[in-house]
C-alpha cells in the first residue's frame, strides 16, 4: 500500500501543482521511487457554515481571527481518519501530525533528511497529516491534544502554512529513495558538510567572453574535486560564511 500525505487547509488548489510538476510531482504519479499519495482535506467542509465557520475572534481581544479547534478536529476525523480507515482510538499510531509555526524546529538540510528517513521511507510505520494555519494562527487546545511536530521554515511570517507545507515536502521528498535520476545529486547540494554548492558550467564553452575554468575539461579527476571543494569553501565564505566550520576555514 502506498504511503499517504493529508494535507488540511483552507485552500487545496496550493498543491494542485506540487502533484503533477517535476521531481516530487512524479513521485505522486508513481513514475519515481516509491509512490506517495497526497490528498486535501478542505476545511469549510467541516463547519456548518463553511467558510465563514472555521475561524472566530480572540478571546481576550486583539486583532484577526484565529481557527477554531473544534472546526480542525472535525477535519482530522471526519476528513482524515475515518476517510483514510485509520483507527480513531489509536491514530496516533498509524498517524504523524506537522503543523508549521514560528515556535518550531528550524527547517534545515539535516531536519530534511531525518524527515525522510523517518516518514517517505517505504518501511515507515506512520501516513503523514500537515495542518495549514491561517489568520492569526489557531487555537492553541488543538496544537497541545493533536500536533506531534513543529517546524519552521524561516524567520518570517507567511499568511498561511501552504508554502511552509509545500517547502516541507519537496525538499523532503528529494531524499527520498529513488525520487532522483542520480541518488548523489542530494548529497552534492548545497548544505551538505555545511558548504554551499560549487559553480557549475555547461555548454557553451565560451559565453559573452567568459570561458569555462579549464581545469573542468583536463579530464584530471583529482585535480577537479580539489577544485570543487575549493570552490564550495571560496563560495561559502562569501555567501554564507556563518556555514563555514573549523575544518574548512
Known amino acids: 500500500m502506498a504511503k499517504k500525505i493529508w494535507i488540511i487547509t483552507m ?13 516530487v510531482g512524479q513521485v505522486f504519479q508513481g513514475l519515481r521511487g516509491d509512490k506517495i499519495d497526497l490528498e486535501t482535506v478542505y476545511i469549510p467542509d ?39 480507515n485509520y483507527s480513531e482510538e489509536n491514530f496516533k499510531e498509524e498517524l504523524s501530525i506537522v503543523f508549521t509555526a514560528p515556535r518550531g524546529k528550524v527547517w534545515s538540510n539535516e531536519a530534511c533528511k531525518s524527515f525522510a528517513k523517518n516518514y517517505f521511507a517505504s518501511d515507515s510505520a506512520k501516513d503523514l497529516v500537515f ?17 506531534d511536530e513543529v517546524y519552521c521554515i524561516g524567520d518570517y511570517v507567511l499568511s498561511g502554512g501552504e508554502i511552509a507545507v509545500m ?7 528529494r531524499f527520498s529513495e529513488g525520487a532522483l535520476g542520480n541518488s548523489e545529486s542530494a548529497l552534492k547540494d548545497s548544505f551538505e558538510q555545511d558548504l554551499l554548492e560549487h559553480p557549475q558550467y555547461t555548454r557553451p564553452a565560451v559565453f559573452d567572453g ?12 583529482k585535480k577537479i574535486e580539489k577544485w570543487k571543494h575549493d570552490k564550495k569553501v571560496e563560495m561559502t565564505k562569501l555567501w554564507r560564511p556563518n556555514l563555514i566550520k573549523k575544518e574548512n576555514k
Open 167 to 173: 517547502a516541507i515536502i519537496d525538499s523532503a521528498m
Open 210 to 221: 567568459m570561458e569555462v575554468p579549464a581545469v573542468l575539461s583536463s579530464g584530471d579527476h
Open 46 to 84: 467541516y463547519s456548518e457554515r463553511g467558510f465563514k465557520g472555521v475561524d472566530s475572534a480572540p478571546y481576550g481581544g486583539g486583532p484577526g481571527m484565529v481557527m477554531r479547534a473544534d472546526i480542525l478536529k472535525n477535519a482530522l476525523v471526519e476528513g482524515v481518519i475515518k476517510k483514510g
Open 11 to 23: 485552500f487545496p488548489n496550493f498543491f494542485t501543482p506540487l502533484k503533477e510538476v517535476g521531481v
Open 131 to 147: 495542518i495549514c494555519g491561517r489568520y492569526e494562527g489557531i487555537d492553541e487546545r488543538f496544537i497541545e491534544k493533536y500536533i
